[in-house]
């Protein structure tokens, strides 16, 4: 069995679906013991492949955008490699030529370029207009991330999914030392009480709601003492979102930038609540880690953050009313017991069986 897969989120700084197609493949390489894996990206990869069965192939021109890489120098890639299966990891696929048998698994993350086109960044945003539908309606298998997602898929495009393989949380997540945790935290010149927000300065992540709403309730008199910790990339479209970042600063706002796993897990476990004022997830992967470090969540309502969230987290409507009153109310709550951290076993087993059929077919 020969696999090829779109190793572009694992050539750059590894967030959101470079993680999941991380965890992924590091799974696979024990599930699929009969297999060669092809990694193709158009820079080096900055992560160690798991053994000597797995390749790196990395180069082409670069496009504008890697969604444009894709479908120009992929398929030749694995026509040479005789690819039996293709791993679609960020749902656009390769650009099947006639004569190419191949089988396409397609990973669907999310809707984002159909319910919220305008934040995303341009060039992306004309990739997925151009070929989602065409790429996820074609795929020999549709992978979705969540229950959530799925539902989605059907009732905006009537496409059924495949399968479901939800994301996982590895370690450093879970209860944290307090010893080890305050360090951390004096390291950061973070002092409690604070409530944290973990996302992309990017419209869809709805921080500035979140900011008009920390401060409403500071200039209240209702929280006072405590801070609002921003932890994320700088993203796009945020010129409004980083000046509202700077003027909230004597309010007790503070964006910490990128910060490394084990400096997360800790700001999860201290916090008094992690703050998920998102608009739309496909899933939400920092609401589950921030439950296995026994944080209290307090996020938006819809249903693929509910599938992360679990029952004990505040789930409000994602306004400045919503969250304002959601601060209360999240306070008012005791602090949960950690949630057993859920690997990424069952997620990468339902992979290695989808990958499995679609190369008996192929062949």
Not at 176 to 194: F, I, N, T
């Amino acid at each position: 069995m020969r696999i090829g897969i779109d190793a572009t989120p694992l050539s750059g700084r590894i967030t959101g679906i470079g993680r999941y197609v991380l965890q992924i493949i590091c799974e696979l390489d024990e599930k699929l013991p009969e297999a060669e894996f092809f990694l193709y990206s158009h820079t080096a990869l900055v992560v160690d492949l798991p053994s000597s069965r797995w390749v790196s192939r990395v180069g082409g021109w670069r496009f504008p955008s890697s969604y444009f890489w894709l479908k120009r120098y992929i398929s030749k890639h694995c026509e040479l490699d005789n690819i039996d299966v293709f791993w679609a990891s960020r749902t656009l696929a390769l650009h099947k030529r006639r004569n190419l048998k191949i089988k396409i698994l397609s990973t669907i993350y999310d809707l984002n370029y159909l319910l919220f086109p305008g934040s995303m960044p341009g060039l992306t945003r004309l990739a997925h207009r151009l070929w989602y539908v065409a790429d996820v309606s074609s795929a020999d298998a549709r992978v979705a991330i969540s229950a959530g997602t799925a539902s989605r898929l059907q009732k905006e495009l009537g496409i059924l999914t495949d399968a479901i393989a939800r994301p996982g949380v590895t370690s450093p997540f879970g209860p944290q030392d307090k010893a080890a945790s305050a360090a951390h935290l004096r390291d950061l010149g973070v002092e409690k009480p604070y409530f944290l927000a973990v996302g992309t300065l990017e419209p869809r992540k709805n921080l500035e709601t979140l900011l008009h709403a920390f401060v409403r309730g500071k200039q209240k008199g209702g929280l006072l003492g405590y801070q609002l910790l921003l932890v994320g990339a700088p993203g796009w479209k945020n010129r409004r979102l980083k000046g509202l970042l700077e003027e909230a600063k004597t309010q007790g706002v503070r964006w910490l930038g990128y910060v490394s796993d084990e400096q997360l897990a800790c700001l999860y476990a201290a916090a008094e609540a992690f703050v998920f004022p998102s608009r739309y997830e496909g899933f939400g992967i920092p609401a589950l880690e921030a439950r296995t470090c026994g944080a209290r969540v307090l996020a938006t309502d819809i249903p693929e953050i509910r599938e992360a969230g679990g029952e004990d987290a505040v789930y409000v409507p994602p306004t400045v009313e919503g969250f304002e009153a959601g601060f209360d109310t999240v306070l008012a709550r005791p602090r949960p017991a950690a949630c057993p951290a859920p690997g990424w076993h069952e997620a990468a087993e339902v992979m290695a069986a989808e990958l499995r059929r679609l190369a008996a077919l192929s062949g």
